[in-house]
């Protein structure tokens, strides 16, 4: 970007709002969401999956795109039961309490479970007239233990297979040091009463709930939600992609003009789309304002160098904690089975 480009080029009105329901599944969603469908299974050891990764790389995106293609895989299992709910997407409360709420978190469970479908008439606390879940007589849903029952009940009824838990670093940032186990045991429990696999996503944040307990760290997996590197030709590929789509999103704004931008929007950004996505955003809205497309309205839209060294720091932070796990611990062939390898032996 140079001062030389900074004029309007377009006095095009355009509606910016369009790009707030833009969700690209790009390849660094298509490949987490694919590993994702392949560990989340009936019987499954690990009751909990923890989704890493950098802010503003689109977390909140996979989140509800991996129950949208749950919903859509089980559609004619649903229209045929009209009370399975095969998957819930959920948002970790963060209520400002000095302690993580279970209660509020029950509850926008529940809310999930007793919506508009039709719960089998045969289910617990069912209402025969409405098909909405209900409370049982004598129990009151003021009570944490009433919750969780019925948020039990409701996981099981309606056949959920995983519930995906959206912001769940809140779990961590509202509880205490000490309480952090009792927490993720809590989870873990849930997930075995109800047959139901718990998705935690989040940030890196997460990764050190591996090391609470050899239980937990035994029935946990850790799924890393990569950015995209600029040092890795497939990323910039990748990313001038999600550039390209964002481009043609707007094309009364942009024209052709937004791609030959990518390289400093990746560098800005830092990779990571949804950062990507509420740049553009503020782009758009400023050159909706001028009453067209510049150069100036992109580049007032950009982070801040302040904004991005500390995004950076965090990013350099989490993936050298969670590389490092992950590679630490690769096997390796002793050293006498080598020499019978390299003698052609074995």
Not at 64 to 80: K, N, T, W
Request: charged letters at 20%.
């Amino acid at each position: 970007m140079n001062e030389q480009s900074n004029t309007s080029v377009s006095a095009v009105p355009v509606s910016a709002q369009s790009l707030r329901s833009l969700r690209i599944k790009h390849t660094r969603i298509a490949q987490v969401m694919s590993e994702l469908d392949t560990l989340i299974y009936p019987g499954s050891q690990d009751s909990i999956l923890l989704v890493c990764g950098p802010t503003g790389v689109g977390k909140s995106t996979l989140a509800l795109q991996l129950v949208q293609m749950a919903l859509a895989g089980a559609s004619a299992q649903m229209e045929a039961n009209a009370g399975l709910i095969p998957a819930v997407y959920v948002q970790a409360p963060a209520s400002g309490e000095n302690d993580f709420s279970w209660t509020s978190f029950y509850q926008r469970i529940l809310d999930q479970l007793s919506g508009d479908l039709d719960l089998p008439k045969v289910a617990y606390g069912v209402d025969a007239n409405t098909g909405r879940a209900v409370w049982p007589k004598g129990a009151s849903r003021n009570t944490l233990a009433a919750l969780r029952t019925a948020v039990e009940r409701g996981l099981r009824e309606r056949g959920t297979r995983f519930l995906v838990i959206d912001e769940a670093a809140h779990i961590i940032r509202q509880t205490r040091r000490n309480r952090l186990e009792i927490q993720l045991d809590t989870l873990k429990s849930l997930a075995n009463e109800c047959g139901t696999q718990m998705v935690l996503i989040g940030s890196y944040d997460l990764y050190q709930l591996v090391s609470l307990s050899g239980q937990l760290a035994r029935r946990t997996h850790v799924l890393h939600f990569e950015r995209y590197r600029q040092d890795q030709d497939a990323d910039l590929r990748a990313f001038r992609a999600c550039v390209l789509k964002f481009q043609a999103a707007l094309p009364e704004l942009w024209g052709d003009q937004l791609l030959p931008h990518a390289e400093v929007l990746q560098e800005n950004t830092l990779g990571c789309v949804g950062t990507l996505s509420s740049v553009l955003m503020r782009a758009a809205m400023l050159a909706q304002q001028t009453g067209g497309w510049s150069v100036d309205a992109l580049q007032r839209a950009l982070l801040t160098d302040a904004q991005r060294q500390r995004i950076l720091e965090e990013i350099l932070e989490g993936e050298a904690a969670i590389n490092a796990g992950l590679t630490r611990h690769i096997l390796k062939v002793p050293a006498s089975r080598s020499r019978v390898q390299k003698r052609g032996i074995a």
